[in-house]
């Protein structure tokens, strides 16, 4: 496995849950490649940390899909599985969805204005060709109706599903697919802003639900 040159730091105060997120991104982003073996040793020496948190990270990417470890033998970065992302997108699609449902009634004007702004970053993002950026953005967007409707269950589950349809989101929003976000953005917060829980619902889950399962 290539080490790559750079070492990102690591906050000592959050050491598990930063080597799991810096681990998480470096497969997300392709720094490390489907098929790809990752030994805990070689990463333990590119993030500076021991190899017990990088350990316990890979059991986290492997309950998440990100990889797959062989007990006694290997651990290697998961293929775009057809299955695996398809349960992961519709899991994920009925989650938001049903945070909406609990989240619209309890909007206030602030929510919605951060709803707008942030929908803004993600086009301007998007027309830059700045992908990094959109996901960024549009993951602020999607985080604020399940931070509002406060359910825990709803937000443990999008966090081990969602980094599965990280790679698929990236191929959305590098394609003509993904120059429809913005007006599906539009249509979300408006639905939001006149209290239509059923009509914001159904694009929260038709957002998620129509992700494609392949990188094709």
Same mark, same amino acid.
């Given at each position: 496995? *290539?080490? *790559? ?11 598990? $849950?930063?080597?799991?997120?810096? !681990? ?13 073996? !990752?030994?805990? %040793?070689?990463? @333990? ?13 890979? !059991?986290?990417? =492997? ?29 994920? =699609? +009925?989650?938001?969805?049903? @945070? ?19 929908? %803004? ?12 950026? @959109? ?5 602020? !967007?999607?985080?604020?109706?399940? @931070?509002?409707? %406060? ?44 209290? $239509?829980? $059923? %009509?914001?619902?159904?694009? +929260? ?6 992700? *494609?399962?392949?990188?094709?």
């Amino acid at each position: 496995m *290539p080490i *790559p040159t750079n070492r990102p730091p690591v906050d000592r105060s959050l050491l598990r $849950d930063d080597v799991y997120l810096r !681990l998480r991104d470096a497969i997300i982003d392709g720094t490390f490649a489907p098929g790809e073996q !990752l030994r805990d %040793g070689d990463l @333990a020496t590119w993030l500076g940390v021991s190899r017990t948190p990088v350990r316990e990270a890979l !059991l986290r990417l =492997a309950e998440g899909g990100l990889v797959v470890a062989r007990p006694g033998r290997s651990t290697v970065v998961s293929s775009l599985d057809v299955r695996s992302t398809r349960e992961a997108r519709d899991v994920v =699609a +009925a989650m938001h969805e049903l @945070a909406v449902r609990e989240a619209v009634a309890l909007f206030t004007d602030t929510h919605l204005q951060a709803m707008r702004e942030t929908a %803004g970053r993600f086009t301007v993002a998007l027309d830059a060709g700045d992908i990094d950026a @959109a996901l960024r953005a549009d993951d602020e !967007l999607h985080d604020i109706p399940v @931070a509002v409707a %406060g359910n825990r269950a709803v937000a443990k589950v999008l966090e081990q599903f969602m980094p599965v349809l990280r790679r698929i989101e990236r191929v959305r929003f590098a394609s003509a697919d993904g120059r429809r976000s913005p007006d599906r953005h539009e249509e979300f917060i408006r639905l939001c802003a006149a209290g $239509d829980v $059923d %009509g914001a619902a159904a694009v +929260a889950f038709e957002t998620w639900h129509s992700l *494609p399962t392949t990188a094709d």
